[in-house]
Every structure is written in structure tokens, then in C-alpha cells.
T-cell receptor, first 111, second 112 residues
């Protein structure tokens, strides 16, 4: 067990809607990264938060946004959902920029 | 952009044999590498890591080899067991950033 939890486990939304995914990191891990994993692919980096500030971003549009809270929890928000946003969303926590430990993921389906 | 690729998308081995999973990376600035195991329906699980100042690191039944000259990484699993069946990913991080890049994965199947 990594001590990283995510909710919900599964989610179904329709195109154009907004979604919020949640992650609870290991205590003491002040860095959280979010990844998108399409079926049959490796995880793709969305962004990273360190001490509640964005600390790097991958090639994702601004409609993907995030928040990190002092209690080691974080959120991924996606606006104006598109069909291609259907994927497994993973969060990974680490003690700053070091080994990342992943949660179980949230499976998002956009219809 | 960053390219981290795996040489073989699938690998089948007999139980008890050794497994070798290979990975190529393209960024010469990569200084930290991790191997993950992902079982169906689960998040990636950390297996072993290695930094660029090393060329070999061993864990429990696993060994990672790093060849910086040819930008190649391998994961060796000794005495492969049915529980080792999963998709294996290598990931690397450049010394200039904090983003990990993942390959597409190798699916390992252990035949009892």
C-alpha cells in the first residue's frame, strides 16, 4: 500500500460537463503530480504541485487545473469535458521531487 | 519531446525463469529512473529506482541496469512468479525538471 488514495473510483460524465477528482497523499509528502493514462498507454504528466503552488505542467490545455491543500489532499479539475478525456487519472505523491508513489486512480468515462 | 520507449510490447516467460524487460530513453539530461509494475485496474507500483551516477542497483529479486552511453535501461526479474504478470513501465526524469516521462509499457505474462 502506498498510502495514496483517490476518489471516486469510477465516474461517468457527458461531453461539456466539468469534473473534480480527489487525491489524498501520504503524510509528509508535499509534492503531488497528476497523470492521465489512456487505455494501453503509459501515464502522461498533467502537472505537479509543491507546497500548494503549481510546479510544472505537461502538454495539457488550461481546462485542466488543480489545487493542493495543506492537509496533503489535492484536486484535479477538468472543464468542458471532451470524449478524449476518457482515461484513468492517477495522482502520485512524493517527498518533494523524488520517488513518486501512485494511488489506484479514477476511471473517467466521457459519453 | 521526450521519448521513452520499450523494445518489446509483450513478453512471455515460464515460471521460475528470469525475465528481462528493456527500455530506451532519449534525453541525455535524464538523471533519475524508476521501474513501475501495473496490474490490471490498479495504479503503478514502485519496483526499483536508479540514479544516473550508478549503473546497477539490486532489490529483492529485481535488478536494474543503466547504460547511459546508449541510453538504455533494463529490469531483470529473477525466478519469475505468476504474481509478476503485469505491465511494466520505465519512467525517467530530466535533471532540469520535475516531470517523469513514461514509456508505453511491456506486458509480462508468466506461464505456470
Amino acid at each position: 500500500e502506498t498510502g495514496v488514495t483517490q476518489s471516486p473510483t469510477h465516474l461517468i460524465k457527458t461531453r461539456g460537463q466539468q469534473v473534480t477528482l480527489r487525491c489524498s497523499s501520504q503524510s509528509g509528502h508535499n509534492t503531488v503530480s497528476w497523470y492521465q493514462q489512456a487505455l494501453g498507454q503509459g501515464p502522461q504528466f498533467i502537472f505537479q504541485y509543491y507546497r500548494e503552488e503549481e510546479n510544472g505542467r505537461g502538454n495539457f490545455p488550461p481546462r485542466f487545473s488543480g489545487l493542493q491543500f495543506p492537509n496533503y489532499s489535492s484536486e484535479l479539475n477538468v472543464n468542458a469535458l471532451e470524449l478524449d478525456d476518457s482515461a484513468l487519472y492517477l495522482c502520485a505523491s512524493s517527498p518533494h521531487t523524488d520517488t513518486q508513489y501512485f494511488g489506484p486512480g479514477t476511471r473517467l468515462t466521457v459519453l | 519531446g521526450e521519448s521513452v520507449g520499450l523494445h518489446l510490447p509483450t513478453l512471455s516467460v515460464q515460471e521460475g525463469d528470469n525475465s528481462i524487460i528493456n527500455c530506451a530513453y532519449s534525453n541525455s539530461a535524464s538523471d533519475y529512473f524508476i521501474w513501475y509494475k501495473q496490474e490490471s485496474g490498479k495504479g503503478p507500483q514502485f519496483i526499483i529506482d536508479i540514479r544516473s551516477n550508478m549503473d546497477k542497483r539490486q532489490g529483492q529479486r529485481v535488478t536494474v541496469l543503466l547504460n547511459k552511453t546508449v541510453k538504455h535501461l533494463s529490469l531483470q526479474i529473477a525466478a519469475t512468479q505468476p504474481g509478476d504478470s503485469a505491465v511494466y513501465f520505465c519512467a525517467d526524469r530530466a535533471n532540469t525538471g520535475n516531470q517523469f516521462y513514461f514509456g508505453t509499457g511491456t506486458s509480462l505474462t508468466v506461464i505456470p
